[in-house]
């Protein structure tokens, strides 16, 4: 989870009696695919409920699989968004065409998914997700599907590129490294029903962009240490310190 | 394609060349046995009765068959009957693949349609659908779109079935990426359903030409004058054993059948295309 999460986020176990409650469940009901039994969610002061649709938040969700479709190129991949909110004007494809190029797959455009790398794809899925301008960005475990050594640089990369943006994100991940390594704040979440165990802001000395210096800090090894004990303790409930 | 490799090029090595040889070899020695084999039967068979072992009666000859086939193309007979079934089969397979499609689609677009349809579906395709031919010509009388719509009739249901069946197996998570995008379930169908099915829309449309033939033979039994159908009808009436036996045969009296299909892998090429 990183910088600028603006929101209140006052989780109970009460909000959700539904047993299948789990964080991809909590993500989902951010996103809007499904309501939340009680309670509501706000996003910068305003009921994410009420928004005119004109006017609503965009939330950018990137699902475990990168789930690019076999059947069109890179390019049309990362203009689906645009494609199904009808906002394929010059400028938003300008801007995709940057992206591309930002990210370094502009030689890639017109390929199939099957033919780029693991890093690549997870790179493209970015893409799709950052075209619509998303306000929020929900991560669900997007570099679980990577190898280690990929994901180490994913996830420093995509993480990196997410800062540069300025934009809220919230990543679910079971790699408590990559969580600490990432974030500027942890929420560590309790078995079903979900409820808040501890929350954990982050800060390093080093350059956050380098995910080996950070690891290699005493800062890393007390978080780390500190936020193990509240996962496998399941009684302890730390509270925001 | 052996004279290709006659000479090792030179940017081929020497095991590479050993191997490919060795996958030429094999290749050109099951194409030779495929063509042995038949030429055996046959050759068998002409055997067989001229020196009398069968009855030519009854089991007919290659000779006989070519002879008549020779006849039935000078009197051009044989493409007024071959064109009637292929024009038909081709009709009742174009519609069953667009009726299949929409029923299909219709199905997954509205979830509890496909709930409450899916054992109707079910008793209709497996209904036996020669059985329908009878009342088939009482709705519709003895015309075309008589034996057009018994060959609907065998393929649409199955046809259907699977299609919806593979339409409700996509990916959820791919349709959730969808909705996240803000697409709409009809997004949905168009950008991940129909693209996701391409193969087994295909494939169905393989099973759906055969099993069109099928059904128009068996219209053409019942309600013809042309057409492939009412040959085998014919011939079996006049028993003309040695015509039957050129046709491509669904229901030839039972003693026949095998050999009956030899026409009928003549058309496979055609199905299969």
């Known amino acids: 989870m990183f910088k600028n999460l603006h929101m209140n986020y006052n989780l109970t176990g009460r909000s959700f009696h539904n047993n299948a409650i789990g964080k991809s469940t909590l993500l989902s009901i951010i996103a809007g695919l499904l309501a939340p039994e009680e309670g509501a969610l706000y996003y910068k002061g305003r009921l994410l409920a009420e928004c005119a649709p004109d006017d609503s938040v965009k939330i950018g969700y990137m699902l475990q699989r990168d789930h690019l479709f076999e059947w069109r190129t890179i390019y049309q991949n990362v203009i689906l968004g645009l494609e199904l909110n009808h906002a394929l004007s010059s400028e938003n494809r300008d801007y995709v065409l940057k992206l591309l190029e930002d990210y370094g797959l502009s030689a890639f455009k017109d390929k199939k998914p099957s033919e780029l790398s693991g890093g690549m794809r997870q790179r493209a899925a970015l893409i799709r997700t950052m075209a619509i301008h998303p306000d929020l960005l929900l991560l669900d475990e997007p570099f679980s599907a990577l190898d280690s050594q990929t994901r180490l640089d994913v996830s420093a990369d995509i993480a990196q590129i997410i800062r540069k943006t300025g934009k809220t994100a919230i990543l679910i991940t079971h790699d408590l490294p990559e969580a600490i390594t990432l974030a500027d704040r942890v929420l560590v979440l309790s078995k079903r029903p979900a409820c808040i165990k501890c929350e954990m802001p982050i800060h390093f000395s080093v350059d956050r962009h380098d995910p080996i210096a950070i690891r290699n800090t005493t800062e890393y090894q007390l978080y780390f240490n500190h936020l193990w004990e509240v996962l496998t303790n399941e009684q302890s409930v730390f509270q925001p310190t | 394609m052996n004279s290709l490799f006659s000479n090792r090029p030179d940017n081929i090595s020497a095991n590479q060349y050993a191997y490919l040889k060795a996958h030429w070899h094999h290749h050109h020695m099951v194409s030779l046995a495929r063509v042995l084999l038949i030429a055996a039967f046959l050759s068998l068979w002409e055997l067989a009765a001229r020196k009398q072992w069968i009855d030519t009666f009854f089991f007919s000859s290659p000779g006989g068959i070519v002879s008549y086939l020779y006849q039935m193309f000078l009197d051009h007979s044989f493409f007024t009957h071959t064109g009637i079934t292929l024009l038909e089969t081709i009709a009742s397979f174009l519609l069953v693949t667009l009726l299949g499609l929409l029923a299909a689609t219709l199905l997954w677009y509205v979830g509890s349609l496909a709930e409450i349809l899916e054992p109707y579906l079910v008793i209709l395709n497996s209904l036996p659908k020669s059985a329908l031919a009878p009342l088939l010509i009482v709705w519709l009388g003895t015309g075309t779109n008589t034996i057009i719509v018994a060959g609907i009739s065998v393929a649409i249901f199955g046809s259907v079935i699977s299609l919806y069946t593979g339409f409700s197996q996509a990916d959820p998570e791919m349709l959730k990426l969808i909705y996240t995008l803000g697409g709409s379930r009809k ?59 050129t046709k491509p045969s669904q229901k030839p009296a039972p003693r026949y059948q095998g050999a009956g299909s030899i026409f009928t892998s003549g058309l496979t090429p055609v199905c299969n295309w």
């Open chain 2, 187 to 245: 997004d949905a169908l168009f950008k991940v359903i129909l693209p996701s099915s391409i193969p087994l829309i295909l494939s169905n449309m393989k099973v759906n030409i055969g099993l069109s033939l099928v059904g128009v033979i068996i219209g053409e039994f019942l309600a013809a004058r042309r057409g492939l159908g009412y040959l085998i009808i014919y011939g079996s009436q006049v028993f003309r054993r040695w015509a039957q036996v």
